[in-house]
């Protein structure tokens, strides 16, 4: 009998651990030919233990890097080292790992140093700008210089790719894992814990759900942003904001100055991955600057404007379910007003196709490890979107 393939997937945030998750499970549904490694590096620890709990992942390693104030050097030298004697220890014949955190970039270049095998799960998105998003553009470019297997979740991702040098044999078009976790995640019965949640209005109000959090956007562009949306409100009566704040300090601070006590603007704690997912299933309109929100909301019929000037996900503007919007106070209150007073523009961003996913991206990606070690003749499934 053949020996077991080990499999070692690393994450350490929370929209890795989300991404990365549904794989995790997959991985597991072949005992007989796989032996799965969870290792976390824990670089945000709340919110990923949130995902670890939803879908039922016990680490078998944990390197609980977080610190107060941690910069980009700490996390980086910190992963770095607790996996030098964590894949010692293992001994992975293939690393996973998600994205486009310091947690990625550090667990492939760890792996290499280990001459393990990398396989880089959504693979190849860029915007061309090396400090936008940054970190993460970077990230995403020198881990694909370490990979083998590169899954990317969409043929724009893999062009990308080709276009940078990596032999198209080793590129594998999955479609995003997000909407692999979304389909498990969202239900219509969902019952928010929380009552503020539970008891807003969804039906005859219009809802606005916003993110902020990105380095890039910090100070005076989030401030423009809220003062956007402090201008929706007086306007519009029927509007109300859910806003879950982010932790960060620099963010908060002009949060409150700009919208604290407002009686329209709900301004909460971030939510777990559960309540949060069904939370954009309810809403009518989404602002953000997350990457992962501009995947997850096309399959839930959710317009996105998107308050970054690029972005690495080019798919759904394409598609016409996203517009990138910036951060300017004028811009900001322009699209979205057009979405909550033009019926057919709304209408015509929130039915565009998902060119994401369909759910089965991690399927695709463990048939394309089993073709890789033999276990199998067949080769995946490319996501085509419909």
Do not use: W
């Amino acid at each position: 009998m053949k020996e077991k393939v080990r499999i070692m997937t690393i994450f350490g945030t929370r929209p890795e651990a989300i991404k990365m998750a549904p794989v995790v499970v997959e991985l597991f549904k072949h005992p007989d030919k796989i032996k799965p490694i969870v290792a976390v590096t824990a670089q945000h620890r709340e919110m990923l233990d949130q995902v670890l709990n939803l879908f039922h992942i016990k680490p078998d390693y944990d390197l609980n890097v977080m610190s107060e104030g941690q910069t980009l050097f700490d996390i980086t030298s910190r992963v770095i080292s607790g996996l030098d004697e964590v894949l010692t220890d293992a001994e992975p014949n293939m690393v996973l790992v998600h994205g486009d955190t310091t947690t990625t970039f550090a667990g492939a270049l760890a792996a290499y140093y280990h001459k393990i095998s990398v396989g880089h799960v959504e693979a190849g998105l860029r915007t061309g700008n090396k400090f936008s998003p940054y970190p993460e553009e970077m990230n995403r470019k020198l881990t694909a210089a370490l990979t083998d297997l590169h899954f990317s979740p969409t043929t724009t991702a893999r062009e990308n790719l080709l276009r940078e040098g990596v032999n198209s044999e080793n590129i594998f078009v999955t479609g995003n894992t997000v909407i692999d976790a979304l389909h498990e995640t969202v239900k219509c019965s969902f019952k928010f814990s929380d009552e503020l949640l539970e008891n807003i209005d969804y039906t005859n109000k219009k809802i606005i759900l916003v993110t902020t959090h990105r380095r890039e956007n910090l100070g005076e562009p989030m401030r423009q942003v809220y003062k956007a949306l402090k201008k929706l409100i007086q306007d519009f009566q029927d509007v109300e904001i859910v806003f879950p704040v982010h932790k960060n300090p620099k963010v908060r601070n002009v949060v409150n100055e700009e919208l604290g006590g407002l009686p329209q603007v709900h301004l909460i704690d971030p939510l777990d991955y559960e309540p949060f997912a069904n939370l954009m299933n309810k809403v009518t309109l989404i602002l953000t600057d997350s990457g992962g929100v501009q995947e997850e909301a096309p399959s839930l019929g959710k317009p996105v404007l998107v308050l970054r000037d690029t972005t690495e996900r080019p798919e759904a503007v394409a598609a016409g379910t996203v517009k990138l919007v910036g951060t300017k106070m004028a811009d900001v209150y322009k699209e979205a007003k057009i979405l909550l007073t033009n019926p057919r523009e709304y209408s015509r961003m929130a039915e565009a196709c998902n060119p994401y996913g369909d759910g089965l991206a991690s399927k695709r990606i463990v048939q394309a490890l089993l073709k890789f070690y033999k276990f199998s003749n067949q080769e995946p499934d490319l996501f085509i979107p419909s």
